[in-house]
């Protein structure tokens, strides 16, 4: 008889706008949001707590449901959110898992803001032995994490380059991080991310859309299925005025001193939701910058669960 599979390996990518999860056989891009205001159910994102003595006591939803949900809340507006709740955003990514055992020991890589500030936090709210049910599985779920490291870490792990810079489009934040030899240096923070963007082309529809704001939502949908056009109205005027604005307003040091970064022989990466936007890695790459053009947003996860494979490995499991 073979026996049941119980050590997991997987990486978390714990971005403004999304989480991000690898394992051995699947990856997914889940919604932050959480909704604390919810019923047990066998939806997709949805969490119990229980305690030894099988009695509920926390039930929240991650992702799609909470999103959809008027007491859902996004974790862009507080990003305190990645440490105090952190456990939150986990148990609900993985309770998007197609295939759940009863018994987990789950072996993770997390990226935070916070790596160096509040690793001991991070680490003591998701190394914990847990009674859960998944989206209406049960699981006996235990954690340990293998490393925290910095946001967009993983998109560098297979370059051999000693100095290297990330450059992290993401929704909330735009983050520029050189290292050396992979050991980071200081980063440069914009809290001007994509949904800045969104918001501009919001407000800028109404002169198209017979004075009616767009939903952020959809215009956010629409673009990423790479559409200039929502719910009937074209707006590729609107959209490439506000791309020019929001770049020259808000973000156009960072490109300076990328290039500036190059010239002293760095390699500059570009990643991140941001990079897939109608034209921009055009734009980037005609800086001289280096674009990942396959799913950007899944860039760090990516090279995060190589990681933790490496480090699994070292450990024996």
């Given amino acids: 008889m073979i026996r049941p599979k119980q050590n997991f390996k997987i990486a978390l990518d714990l971005a403004n706008s999304c989480i991000k999860i690898a394992t051995e056989d699947y990856e997914d891009r889940i919604e932050s949001y959480i909704d604390v205001h919810c019923s047990p159910s066998d939806s997709l994102g949805n969490v119990v707590i229980k305690d030894s003595s099988g009695n509920n006591t926390e039930v929240f939803c991650v992702g ?44 993770i890589v997390v990226s935070s803001h916070a790596w160096q500030s509040h690793k001991d936090e991070i680490k003591a709210n998701l190394e914990q032995n847990l009674n859960v049910c998944l989206a209406g599985k049960e699981v006996d779920l235990s954690t340990e994490v293998l490393l925290v490291v910095p946001e ?8 051999k380059d000693e100095k290297i810079v990330t450059l992290d489009f993401g929704a909330g934040t735009t983050l520029l991080t050189p290292y050396i030899r992979k050991r980071p240096q200081e980063s440069i923070v914009s809290h001007v991310g ?32 790479g559409s ?14 506000c791309l020019v604005q929001w770049w020259n307003e808000n973000l156009k040091e960072y490109s300076y001193e990328a290039i500036r970064l190059t010239k002293s022989g760095y390699k500059v990466i570009c990643i991140g939701g ?13 800086k001289g910058l280096e ?27």
Avoid: W
């Fill in 64 to 107: 799609y449901g909470a999103a959809k949900s008027p007491t859902g809340r996004a974790t862009i507006t507080d990003k305190s959110t990645k440490i105090k709740d952190i456990h939150k955003l986990y148990l609900g990514a993985l309770a998007h898992l197609p295939q759940l055992a009863s018994v987990m020991k789950n072996y």
């Fill in 152 to 159: 967009g870490f993983g998109a560098i792990v297979d370059y």
């Fill in 194 to 225: 994509v949904n800045e963007l969104y918001l501009m082309i919001q407000s800028a529809m109404k002169a198209k859309n017979y004075g009616y704001t767009g939903n952020v939502r959809k215009i956010r949908e629409q673009i990423e299925l």
């Fill in 228 to 241: 200039l056009s929502v719910e009937g109205c074209n707006i590729k005027e609107v959209y490439q005025q």
């Fill in 274 to 286: 941001g990079v897939a936007l109608p034209g921009f890695a055009k734009v980037l790459a005609s």
């Fill in 291 to 317: 674009v990942v053009s396959s799913r950007p947003e899944m860039a760090s996860v990516r090279g995060m669960f190589k990681l933790v494979m490496q480090q699994a490995a070292k450990k024996g499991v």
